[in-house]
């Protein structure tokens, strides 16, 4: 039977051993298991024997066994010891026919019959056209651990052998060298005729010597266009050392052969920059036949059969790609190019060059690949056509003897002639057995082999832990198998952990330990995310066994568990012996461990996930005693609050009324007188956060010199309600730009008491949607046309995202990745919209339309330039005239504690404990900004934001914008908010009381003068006409 099963170290070869009485088949199972008759044994041959013999006869037909007395058998019993009593038991029994020597002739009998079985198998073994051509079908069902033993055991053996070989090699060469003649008898013709008989063949016909430069084995040899002439030298021309030369026929091939060529292969990208080097035709240089008399032989020969067979196989290649519909290929004059897969061609062009051997070596090309082809080739030619007859193992069935010994009789007659004589045609021939699929199959294995080394050389250096190290375990032209392991530095301990990367000719696909395999197809990120997932589950194997060491609890490790994006990432998490501290381990597959590490009063007291500073309540963190304040101190603000709401509002319309004459009259005046309530406004709402204990600290340029003369675009990205106030604040500081801004808001908040004051002051409020989105543009501009300049205003305050940051991030992220933009993570990508509006009407000009304003200001009349001074003093006409445009645009990114934004009702009540706000300031030029162009605008604004977003993903982490950058503490007097509270406080009840004391007066004064005139009318006896109606 053969070996089921390979010895302990998976070494060595299977072999059968059959006895010459084998076990009958009872039946085999399905997975081929054979199960067997057991022989019998000498009992059972005995009670076999037993039944057989003819009792009746030994004791009488009448007497039966059981009727048997005891007396009997004591009788039988004493006349056993006697001989009288032995010759009449022996005269009893009965004899079988057979006879003792019956199995004996069983046995000759049975191998008579095998000796006959074989003579016949030798008969038909003689005969040709009855040999059988089936051979065992012989599967290696060895694991591939065993595989990887015997590689080594294989590797070892094979390199013994080639130094073994080496050896006989340079023993034989030295003795050659010793025995050797002297270069004199080299000179002889026939030494070098029998030299040249030794490597190629050679026929003589008449006084004419032929040779073939033929390479193919099992074909007709001296094929006319394959033979040379073999010719003596004259002897003026013996002194150049060479007896004899060649020359070919001279038919149309000649021109072939006088030249040398090579075969070059290339893989390049198809693009339009390889496209002109890519299908660029080689010439064939000119060479005259008599320069080729005058190289050697040795040399010219091996020459002479390459071009040979670099031009059959290109031939080949070209008429098989005519018959295979599937590949797009492109035949040139001397190349041929094949389409890969990820838009890659495949290129195979002759190059040639002259016929001499100071050629230098032409390094273009895929080596490789060249080689390949040729092996391919020539390993076609090199086999037999026909098998060679030889005896084969037959399967172990179950079938009858008649079916296993009938030989060639398994088959058909049709299905042995085309076995034995192979296709008739070239169409009969499999796809996968052409050479041009051959080819393109190594070509493919060799570009994901080369990715796959590029990939791994390139991720050691880029990732340092975990290392891991590789080995190649199989190498093949269309398959091969890399061993990569993974391992700790400093920790080794822990042990290995060891995957497998199969790379075929179509994909590369991992192997894990558990033997799950993870198709990568031809996508290097999709390899990388995998080796990435497997060095997460190799440390997290690694922190399991740390942990163990070290005597900490494990909680759970989870190996398929995700992140928040929906990729794979391990998790892991424990704590020490007594609960005090826990550690959770979130092993990314971009590399990025995420660590978290409570303290000893975190989650083992409270129960309660850990929130940094910043992101708590204000009543978590507070003592008792504080408690009682902060809820004591609630309607203090909440009275503030309303103040700020209900007597700011009313008393500031209180302080526009009177100088309401101004306006048209004294434009600078009123605008100045408007600016300071509105500052003041701005103070009241930037007064909530400041006194909650949230201090807002600015980071980056400084602008405050931005804030008296220069004009600005404002942009700001948009989180929650608090952004508002957060500017209000930092407002405070920045001169008179703070009571000279416009801003651009929704048209929510149109008619709040912000809003309404906001419309007075010049505020934009922008219509969101498609539909009215071109109208808003246009009624933009026309308004800045109207309020710009007409009021002096400085800075225009907007936000590109058009939106609070958690409504539109999943939309942005989605947009970013259906177009193949920046996807961020803590704001949203902008609109352009309103910022190309924006400076296309008032943002930076061309020359021409500057000089145009300067020329007509300068061609003006002097009474009407002194009209203008005047004038100038109550309404600054120069701005009007000169229209100041853009200068700056400044960039402000607001970013909360731990990225988690206040909002309005948390600066009013202040909720949240104590924590800060930072603002970041970037100043550019308006003039770099592409505002003419939408994509460029476009672009320009994505990578301003990208930025932004690492701006804020640097500060959450680290707590800084910027490395070593400082932060400035905004600080208001607490005099100065207690009397501007108390200012507008005593104003409205001042206004209160004025208004219900003109109210009275003017009630009081109109009904006495209705009085007066009633006795008036009673004592002149005239009807009031105009108080009573007409009939």
């Known amino acids: 039977m053969y070996g089921g099963q390979t010895n302990a170290n998976g070494s060595g070869v299977q072999i059968c051993v059959e006895p010459l009485n084998e076990w009958k088949i009872q039946e085999i199972g399905y997975d081929g298991v054979e199960k067997y008759i057991k022989p019998l044994a000498f009992k059972d041959h005995l009670r076999k024997n037993a039944q057989n013999i003819e009792w009746s006869k030994i004791i009488g037909e009448k007497t039966n066994a059981d009727t048997l007395t005891e007396e009997s058998d004591s009788d039988d019993s004493q006349l056993e010891g006697s001989p009288i009593g032995l010759a009449q038991t022996s005269k009893g029994f009965i004899e079988p026919i057979a006879g003792p020597w019956a199995m004996v002739a069983k046995h000759l009998h049975n191998s008579l019959q095998e000796v006959d079985i074989l003579m016949d198998c030798m008969r038909i073994a003689r005969t040709d056209y009855l040999s059988p051509m089936v ?75 032929f040779g073939d430069l033929g390479y193919k084995t099992f074909v007709p040899k001296f094929a006319p266009n394959e033979i040379f002439d073999v010719t003596q030298k004259s002897a003026s021309n013996r002194r150049e050392s060479i007896p004899f030369q060649y020359f070919f026929f001279r038919s149309y091939e000649n021109s072939y052969f006088i030249c040398r060529t090579d075969l070059l292969v290339y893989i390049e990208k198809d693009d339009e920059k390889t496209a002109e080097s890519f299908f660029k035709v080689t010439n064939r240089p000119s060479t005259s036949e008599e320069d080729v008399k005058h190289v050697h032989w040795r040399k010219a020969l091996p020459w ?69 082809l040729r092996q391919l080739f020539l390993a076609e030619h ?242 008792s005693v504080e408690r009682i304040i902060w809820i004591s101190a609630i309607p203090f603000r909440m009275l503030l609050c309303l103040i700020n709401i209900t007597v700011f509002f009313v008393a500031y319309f209180g302080f526009m009324l009177p100088v309401l004459w101004a306006k048209p009259l004294w434009p600078r005046f009123y605008w100045f007188y408007e600016g300071k ?29 931005y804030g008296e003369k220069d004009r600005v675009l404002v942009i700001v990205n948009h989180q929650s309600t608090a952004d508002v106030p957060t500017l209000f ?15 651009l808001m929704d048209v929510m908040f149109r008619w709040t008491p912000f809003g309404i004051i906001g419309r007075m002051h010049g505020d934009y409020f922008i219509q969101q949607g498609k539909a009215t989105r071109d109208k808003e543009l246009i009624r933009l501009k026309g308004h800045l046309q109207k309020v710009f300049w007409d009021r002096d205003r400085r800075w225009v305050i907007l936000f590109p995202e058009g939106g609070f940051y958690y409504k539109r991030k999943e939309t942005s992220q989605k947009y970013a990745k259906e177009n193949n933009f920046p996807r961020l993570e803590h704001c949203t990508l902008p609109r352009m919209g309103a910022i190309k509006a924006v400076l296309e009407d008032i943002g930076p000009r061309q020359d021409e339309e500057q000089n145009g304003l300067a020329h007509s200001a300068s061609t003006s009349s002097k009474m009407k330039l002194i009209k203008d001074t005047v004038g100038a003093i109550r309404e600054k006409k120069y701005v009007k005239d000169t229209r100041p445009p853009i200068k700056y645009v400044l960039d402000v990114t607001i970013a909360y504690p731990n990225g988690q934004p206040l909002s309005i009702g948390t600066l009013c009540f202040g909720t949240r404990e104590q924590c800060d706000i930072a603002v970041h300031y970037r100043m550019f030029d308006a ?24 701006l804020l993903d640097n500060y959450y982490k680290n707590g800084e914008f910027t490395p070593g950058d400082e932060g400035t503490r905004i600080v208001f007097n607490w005099w100065r908010i207690v009397g501007q509270w108390a200012f507008w406080t005593i104003s409205f009840l001042l206004q209160v009381k004025f208004l219900f004391w003109t109210v009275r007066f003017a009630s009081s004064y109109f009904f006495g003068f209705l009085c007066v005139l009633w006795t008036v009318c009673r004592i002149t006896k005239t009807k009031l006409l105009f108080l009573v109606p007409n009939v």
């Open 927 to 950: 003039e770099q900004v592409p505002f003419r162009n939408d994509i460029a605008l476009r672009d320009w604004l994505y990578n301003l934001y990208a930025e932004k977003d690492k």
């Open 382 to 623: 090199a086999k037999k056509p026909k098998r060679v007859q030889h005896f084969v193992t037959l399967p172990l069935v179950s079938h009858s003897e008649e079916l296993d010994m009938r030989g060639p009789t398994a088959l058909s007659a049709e299905e042995i002639n085309a076995r034995a004589v192979g296709p008739s045609s070239p169409s009969d021939v499999q796809s996968s057995d052409l050479l041009i699929r051959k080819f393109i199959q190594c070509a493919s294995h060799y570009v994901l082999i080369s990715r796959t080394v590029e990939f791994l050389e390139s991720h050691m250096v880029k990732f340092n832990d975990p290392q891991f190290y590789w080995k190649w375990i199989r190498v093949t032209p269309i398959f091969s198998m890399i061993a990569l392991t993974f391992v700790n530095r400093g920790y080794e301990n822990l042990g290995k952990f060891t995957t497998l990367i199969r790379i075929s000719d179509s994909s590369i696909t991992l192997v894990t330990k558990e033997a799950q395999q993870i198709e990568c197809r031809r996508d290097m990120e999709m390899v990388e995310n995998a080796l990435l997932l497997m060095a997460a589950h190799f440390l997290l194997n690694s922190s399991q066994v740390l942990s163990r060491a070290y005597g900490w609890q494990l909680f759970h490790a989870n190996s398929n568990a995700f992140d928040s994006t929906g990729n794979f990432a391990p998790t892991f998490y424990t704590c020490n012996q007594n609960g005090t501290k826990r550690i959770f381990v979130q092993f990314r597959t971009d590399g990025v461990m995420d660590l978290q590490k409570a303290p000893p009063n975190g989650e083992a007291k409270g129960g309660k996930h850990h929130k940094p500073p910043g992101s708590r309540s204000k009543w978590s963190q507070a003592t």
């Open 677 to 705: 309530l509105y500052m003041w406004l701005q103070a009241f709402i930037a007064y909530w956060g400041y006194t909650a204990d949230y201090d807002v600290y600015e980071y980056g340029e400084d602008i405050r010199k």
């Open 304 to 372: 002479a059969q390459n071009s040979l067979i670099c031009r059959e196989i290109l031939a080949r290649l070209v008429s098989e790609s005519v018959s295979q519909h599937d590949l797009i290929t492109l035949t040139a004059e001397n190349s041929i190019v094949l389409s890969l897969f990820d838009s890659l061609l495949l290129k195979v062009e002759a190059r040639f060059h002259p016929f001499e051997e100071s050629r230098t070596t032409h390094s273009d090309g895929v080596p490789y690949l060249s080689q390949c």
């Open 729 to 743: 604040t930092v407002l405070q500081t920045k001169g008179v730009a703070t009571r000279k801004t416009i801003w």
């Open 135 to 209: 051979t065992a079908l012989v599967q290696d069902e060895r694991t591939e651990a065993e595989q990887v033993a015997v590689s080594k055991a294989f590797q070892l053996h094979t390199r013994r052998r080639v130094l073994n070989e080496t050896a006989r090699e340079i023993e034989r060469m030295a003795n050659a060298r010793r025995g050797a003649s002297s270069e004199t008898d080299k000179n002889d013709f026939f030494n070098e005729l029998r030299e040249l008989r030794e490597n190629w063949r050679i026929r003589k016909v008449g006084p004419n010597i």
